[in-house]
């Protein structure tokens, strides 16, 4: 019951959209129970494995905290699925994540994630995907993970920095893609806003899921 995207499901700069991913699968709300403050990053409700990210403070890089969330909270039974949470918030991103391998995770953002416009360090430090010599800021993937975003939550590349600095061009090496769908079974992403990629909008990479893309 699985149908393979192809890895060209990209374009419109500057524009957002809605991207929907529906699957027959009901997304599992694990209950808040009275929060434990685990790290200053993150907030834990042990009983829910459940992780509520803090945004860094002042502008700073939110990346370790999101990366901390879903290691604690990412890995799970399909009989105790874990859930990370973005607050209502702007998380600035200022370092590549690599986030894989993931389990059982049910993914609520409300905020948004602003990735930084420093050109240098992602030309120099974008994650490689594998193909066409591109590159991501953000590898993500694993099996049964459900994301929604609300019809509000966003992802901000910033890409108005990359389009002056590409001057037109379409693929400069090590011009990072926001967000790669990588190794992902079973999952559903709905509802999540794309504002101004780096490059293209969330090239799927052997994904398995039902895919309904309002452009
Ligand atoms: C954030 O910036 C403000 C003003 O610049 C400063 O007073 C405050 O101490 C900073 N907070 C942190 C956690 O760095
Ligand atoms: C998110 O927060 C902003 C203000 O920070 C508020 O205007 C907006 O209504 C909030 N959105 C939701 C969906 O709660
Ligand atoms: C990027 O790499 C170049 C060449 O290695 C180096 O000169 C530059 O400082 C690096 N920039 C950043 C932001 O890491
Ligand atoms: C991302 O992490 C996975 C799992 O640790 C690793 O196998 C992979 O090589 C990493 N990818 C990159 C580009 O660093
Ligand atoms: C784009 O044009 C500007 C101004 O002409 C130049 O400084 C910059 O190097 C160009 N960018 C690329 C990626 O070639
Ligand atoms: C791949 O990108 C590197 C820079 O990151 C560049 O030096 C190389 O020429 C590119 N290779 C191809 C086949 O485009």
């Known amino acids: ?3 393979h995207l192809h890895d ?3 374009s419109s700069y500057g524009k957002a959209f809605l991207l929907a991913i529906m699957m027959h699968k009901t997304l599992a709300v694990a209950a808040l129970q009275v929060p434990l403050v685990l790290s200053q990053a ?3 409700t042990a009983a829910a ?3 509520v990210v803090q945004p860094a403070p002042n502008g700073t890089d939110s990346a370790p905290a999101i990366i901390q969330a879903f290691q604690n909270c990412g890995h799970n039974d399909a009989s105790s699925r874990g859930k990370v ?3 209502n918030e702007t998380y600035d991103i200022k370092s590549v994540m690599n986030i894989t391998g993931l389990s059982n995770v049910d993914v609520d953002l409300q905020g948004t994630l602003l990735w930084d416009t420093n050109i240098d360090y992602w030309l120099n430090n974008s994650l490689p995907v594998g193909y ?3 590159s991501s800021a953000w590898l993500f993937g694993g099996d049964s993970i459900t994301w929604t975003g609300n019809g509000y939550g966003t992802l901000d590349g910033n890409g108005q920095t990359w389009y002056d600095f590409i001057n037109g061009s379409s693929n400069y090496p090590g011009r990072p893609h926001q967000i790669t769908i990588t190794g ?3 999952s559903v ?3 999540i806003r794309f504002v101004q990629s780096q490059m293209w909008y969330v090239p799927y990479l052997s994904i398995q899921c039902y895919l309904d893309a309002l452009l």
Request: charged fraction near 10%; hydrophobic fraction near 40%; glycine fraction near 8%.
């Open 49 to 51: 494995n459940t992780c």
């Open 42 to 44: 993150i907030t834990t």
């Open 8 to 10: 060209g499901l990209v």
């Open 184 to 186: 992902t079974t079973n």
């Open 189 to 191: 992403f709905e509802g």
């Open 1 to 3: 019951m699985a149908r």
């Open 85 to 87: 949470v973005f607050l």
């Open 132 to 134: 066409q010599n591109q």
